[in-house]
């Protein structure tokens, strides 16, 4: 979605920020239901989400294969982003714009304002799909609902949070994504910001890992 707004000659060129968050939302909806309907239960597309999670039950023994997993699919995501939009990326001249098809950055440069948004962000996502799946939301009988929810609540993110940086929110959607942008033959691209790419891993990751700690404090369950 990012890429269909900001590369050249796309029908979407223009449409704007609505369009990218909805997007972003509904695939996060469809990856939630795919890995479902795949056999994972846990439906994590977010090193965030599983070290949040982690954290609130005190059991670390899937965070590396998860990462792992997840990191992968963000690089073959953005591998299949730069194929599909093939003849676009000559005819987009904006470096920063190419970029932007791959990885996050900020509006505002600034190492503590950004690394503090995009905490604040993934604390929002995390705690709040702990709370979605708690048990107790479930018994009131909306847990059918899930992937919907949380495809809600990532929109909401994007709309309300997310114009700081973009919000990554996801180590993986952003750090396999630059390093495609790295390793790619994209026409007329420029560096891949790797200064600012720390912030966008160290951000969420603290930020899940407080939301999975207040989860356990709170017996969100």
């Known amino acids: 979605m990012v890429a269909g707004v900001l590369l050249k000659r796309t029908k979407a060129e223009g449409s704007g920020w609505i369009v990218i968050t909805a997007g972003w939302a509904f695939a996060v909806m469809a990856g939630v239901f795919t890995s479902i309907a795949c056999g994972s239960s846990d439906a994590h597309l977010n090193p965030a989400v599983t070290l949040g999670f982690a954290v609130r039950a005190g059991s670390f023994g899937k965070v590396m294969p998860y990462f792992a997993a997840q990191l992968l699919g963000g690089f073959v995501g953005a591998m299949l982003v730069w194929v599909h939009y093939w003849p676009h990326w000559k005819e987009t001249p904006d470096r920063a714009a190419k970029l932007a098809c791959f990885c996050t950055a900020p509006a505002i440069r600034s190492f503590g304002a950004n690394l503090a948004s995009e905490i604040i962000a993934t ?3 995390v705690f709040v799909v702990g709370a979605i799946f708690s048990k107790s ?7 059918s609902l899930g992937p919907y929810l949380v495809g809600s609540l990532v929109w909401g993110i994007g709309l309300s949070l997310g114009g700081t940086t973009g919000y990554a929110i996801n180590p993986a959607r952003d750090f396999g994504p630059r390093v495609a942008h790295a390793v790619l033959p994209v026409v007329g691209k420029g560096g891949s910001d790797w200064s600012y790419g720390v912030i966008a891993i160290v951000g969420p990751l603290v930020g899940g890992a407080v939301a999975g700690w207040l989860l356990r404090i709170l017996t969100v369950s």
């Open 123 to 125: 604390f929002v996502l």
């Open 137 to 143: 939301v479930a018994a009131a009988g909306p847990g």
